[in-house]
């Protein structure tokens, strides 16, 4: 059973950072490339940061120069580094096994406040 457990979210002023994890179990985390995405209320849900098995990464425009995405295939994990977060980018953040169909965690919730 696949299981994708995020955390890190929270509350944070404009210009400050957050670091979001996911741990994934269930697959051979090693062979599959991970996204991060984030929905804002009333909006659509988008692709924020891939990265591929081999380490390659896309961001999309908005974040780009803010956000990092990494991975450690010894822990399972991806993670995202957010700085200089801007109130626009409060949102529910999903991690997901970039795959066909997705997996996706539960969510975790950024607030950032102007």
């Known amino acids: 059973q696949v299981q994708l457990v995020e955390s890190g979210g929270g509350l944070v002023q404009a210009g400050g950072s957050l670091r979001l994890s996911c741990a994934a179990s269930?697959?051979?985390?090693?062979?599959?490339?991970m996204g991060w995405y984030r929905q804002a209320p009333g909006k659509q849900r988008e692709l924020v940061a891939v990265?591929?098995?081999?380490?390659?990464?896309n961001y999309a425009d908005s974040v780009k120069g803010r956000f990092t995405i990494s991975r450690d295939n010894a822990k399972n994990t991806v993670y995202l580094q957010m700085n200089s977060l801007k109130p626009e980018d409060t949102a529910v953040y999903y991690c997901?096994?970039?795959?066909?169909?997705?997996?996706w965690g539960q969510g975790t919730q950024v607030t950032v406040s102007s």
């Open positions: 990265i591929t098995s081999g380490g390659s990464t």
């Open positions: 269930g697959i051979i985390f090693r062979i599959f490339g």
């Open positions: 997901a096994v970039e795959r066909t169909p997705k997996y």
